[in-house]
């Protein structure tokens, strides 16, 4: 019997050591050769990614489960093809820069059953995606994205316990090993500290008709891709959403023959390849706009979040949300030449009806004044009011309405990925621009319908209180990264954690008000709201100003000071002009850091106005100076900011 065991054991060791050998093996590097994944075709599609021979991600392994068939599952190579590719990209909506040179190698697998599988290795990244040409409609019951960690690195997770959610938890650090199958799953992206000289950002492009991906632990040191499944029966939940009460158990029904979305690997040296992130974009479908000159980013007035309540001596009407008070929002628009306001809740007179204006409000006549004074309008509605009223493109495009605030979506599922797609496609269609609250982060659809302007999938400042500092550092280097972000910034009531005391319609920030001011320039949308009260701009002018001259888009980005969660400051560029904001967490008392003007173009002399937290910031948040001063390339500056503080300068 020991012989006969014995005997099955070496049997089972020649097989296994045969099938390691018989797999077929391939590899791809970026263009500079710093990067490379290797690829192993057996039982599985299996791939390891490595960083100048650096294992980071070992073992990994991929494949689609359809109802009928298990692509990358005992998988057949039928034939493999190495190619290159360069081009520049120039986004509708430049977000970081106008020109991004696209660079990359690409190994096509062929696979016998009508799939593929395309890998592209970038000097930043790389990415792969699964490809079908099958007959007819598919069902994908599910996909493996299966990664394993060589070693204990540290996860920063945006977590949630249910795939109904609105991406708006809070950032928490966990230890590789200790994520489990039991510990709640996360939203994209993740970012992966290796705790060594690499940090790996994991997210999605092109994602269309497809749910959104979430990684879970695997409880072995490793992590796997989990998805919601079809919703097939709904029903009533408010006036503002649907409950789900019945689902498929396969995750997408689609066409069969497609590209499904890339997953993505950024793959960085220094936290400054953080902020300076193209990989969203150079996956993206291309536009489908083609003359987008109707599309105007730009800074819009908010009245939630002070809750339409301007007042003082220029107030000489009970302030709300009536005629009066938005022609004033209106009016302070066109004063500092911003070219929208926001109507939100309460425009219309019912949420479930988008045709009837709350006759308080007379919304027509606020187009016409709007009109006369260059400033557009953006009404908020639940998605819900939408998906019923598809129509209401058209409507609000003869009204003369430029935009659309979307709102209460908290899934990512098939059916709401398709979702946001019709929806961008027909406001598109009517030239008209959107920007969706209760949303999932930024995956590609944002270039491909660049009227798509931001996303919320964040916590901004819309959670006062629960909205700090030590959070929203980490925002430039995990959310925004990906994409646009509707953080709603802009607050001039300004206090440290430790005393906040704060509601509408005299909501405050946690952080300095510098911090509000830095964050125009460190944080990415192409809509950027001005959430607080227009009587409070009026009263701090200078910080006005500053914010206004703020562009939304840009043609040039350059991190500066970058250290994940702590520290981002960004240099941005908009024509000739430049600008530099600067933010930090609450967890040193004072942050001092070297500026290097070294980006300013040889031979110029810039005048630069900033702003810099005052003497008393670190307890009396409202505390600022703003100083000018004489730059040129190669200059050098010392720098502070306060705990939860921040700077901001432009150059002219």
């Known amino acids: ?53 650096q294992p980071l991600l070992s073992n990994n392994h991929l494949a689609l489960h359809l109802s009928d068939a298990a692509l990358g599952i005992n998988p057949k190579l039928v034939s493999s093809k190495l190619s290159k590719s360069e081009e520049t990209i120039r986004p509708q909506v430049p977000l970081k820069f106008s020109s991004v040179k696209s660079t990359f190698n690409s190994l096509l697998l062929e696979f016998k059953g009508n799939y593929a599988v395309e890998f592209r290795a970038y000097n930043e990244g790389l990415a792969y995606r699964f490809s079908t040409k099958r007959k007819g409609d598919i069902q994908v019951l599910n996909e493996d994205f299966s990664i394993n960690f060589p070693a204990e690195y540290a996860l920063h997770l945006q977590q949630t316990g249910h795939f109904k ?36 950002l994991i997210s999605e492009s092109d994602l269309s008709d497809y749910p959104g991906l979430f990684l879970k632990g695997n409880g072995r040191n490793g992590a796997v891709g989990t998805f919601p499944k079809v919703p097939l ?55 489908v706009i083609g003359n987008p000159a109707w599309l105007q980013p730009g800074q819009a007035s908010w009245e939630w979040w002070n809750d339409a309540a301007p007042y003082g001596p220029d107030v000489n009407f009970k302030s709300g949300y009536n005629l009066e008070t938005y022609k004033y929002y209106i009016d302070f628009a066109a004063k500092y030449g911003l070219k929208y ?23 027509k006549e606020l187009i016409r004044y709007g009109k006369e004074k260059n400033v557009g309008i953006i009404l908020w509605l639940t998605w819900l009011t939408v998906h019923h009223h598809m129509d209401l493109f058209e409507t609000f495009h003869t009204w003369g309405i430029k935009g659309v605030k979307i709102d209460f979506m908290d899934r990512s599922d098939q059916w709401m990925v398709k ?13 008209i621009f959107v920007d969706f609250h209760g949303a999932f982060k930024p995956s590609g659809l944002e270039y491909k319908y660049p009227n798509l302007l931001t996303y919320e999938g964040v916590r901004g400042l819309e959670y006062m209180g629960d909205c700090r500092p030590d959070n929203s550092t980490y925002l430039p280097f995990i959310r925004n990264a990906v994409g646009p972000m509707d953080f709603t910034p802009g607050a001039m009531i300004n206090m440290q954690p430790n005393v906040y005391r704060a509601e509408r319609p005299n909501a405050a920030a946690i952080g300095t008000r510098v911090n ?32 206004t001259s703020v562009p939304t888009t840009w043609d040039e980005t350059k991190a500066l ?25 609450g967890q040193e008392e004072n942050r001092e850091v070297i500026l290097d003007f070294d980006f300013l173009e040889a031979g110029k002399r810039y005048t630069m106005t900033y702003f810099e937290d005052g003497i008393n910031a670190g307890r009396q948040d409202m505390d600022y100076v703003r ?26």
């Open 516 to 547: 509000q001011l830095a964050m125009y320039v460190v944080f990415e949308s192409g809509l950027s709201m001005l959430c607080d009260n227009p009587t409070l701009y009026y009263r701090n002018a200078d910080c006005t100003e500053f914010i």
């Open 165 to 200: 959610t609105s991406s708006e938890e809070l950032y928490s650090q966990v230890a590789s090993s200790s994520w489990t199958s039991d510990n709640r799953m996360s939203t994209l992206p993740v970012l992966i500290d290796t705790r060594q000289k690499f940090k790996i």
């Open 627 to 652: 100083k000018t001063k004489t730059v040129s390339k190669g200059d050098k500056m010392t720098i502070q900011m306060v705990h939860n503080g921040g700077w901001a300068a432009s150059l002219k």
């Open 1 to 53: 019997m020991r012989r006969i065991n014995k005997e099955i054991c070496c049997l089972i060791l020649i097989l296994l050591v045969a099938g390691h050998v018989m797999a077929q093996k391939k590899t791809l590097s970026s263009p500079d050769g710093k990067l490379k994944v290797s690829i192993a075709i057996s039982d599985k599609i299996y791939y390891s990614i490595m960083a100048e021979g």
């Open 561 to 585: 000071v970058a250290d994940v969660g702590k520290i981002a400051v960004v240099a941005k560029r908009n024509g000739k002009q430049w600008f530099i904001g600067g933010i930090v967490n």
């Open 419 to 431: 979702y946001y797609e019709d929806v961008v496609k027909e406001a598109a269609r009517n030239e």
């Open 341 to 363: 306001i926001v109507m939100d809740e309460g425009w219309a007179k019912s949420t479930t009806d988008p045709y009837t204006p709350n006759p308080a409000v007379d919304l």
């Open 233 to 287: 029966e709904f029903g009533p939940d408010g006036d503002r959403s649907q409950k789900i009460l019945k689902e498929a158990d396969y995750i997408a029904q689609t066409s069969g023959t497609r590209n499904f979305p890339w997953r993505y690997f950024l793959i960085t040296e220094d936290d400054k390849q953080l902020l300076e992130n193209t990989m969203t974009l150079k996956l993206a479908p291309k536009s």
